[in-house]
């Protein structure tokens, strides 16, 4: 799956947040059970997905 499906199944609230913890996974794949877990961390505050999403960076050796 890529970073824009199934977005709109997630509440307003949670979708950019999500879209930010599949960009930063920059289109590797993901289960459908990893994924309702990224939509769950998703639910979190802002800075916590932010900092989430740094760490994956770092580890695929992005930037940031």
């Known amino acids: 799956m890529n970073s824009s ?3 709109e199944r997630v509440p307003p ?3 950019a947040k999500l879209a930010t913890l599949l960009d930063a996974l920059g ?3 993901v ?10 961390l998703a639910g ?3 800075a916590t997905v932010e900092n989430i999403a740094a760490v994956i960076r770092r580890a ?3 930037a940031r």
Do not use: K, Y
């Open 5 to 7: 499906e199934n977005i």
């Open 13 to 15: 609230s949670q979708a």
């Open 27 to 29: 289109g590797i794949p």
């Open 31 to 40: 289960s459908d059970a990893e994924r309702r877990s990224l939509i769950h």
């Open 44 to 46: 979190d505050e802002l």
């Open 60 to 62: 695929r050796g992005g």
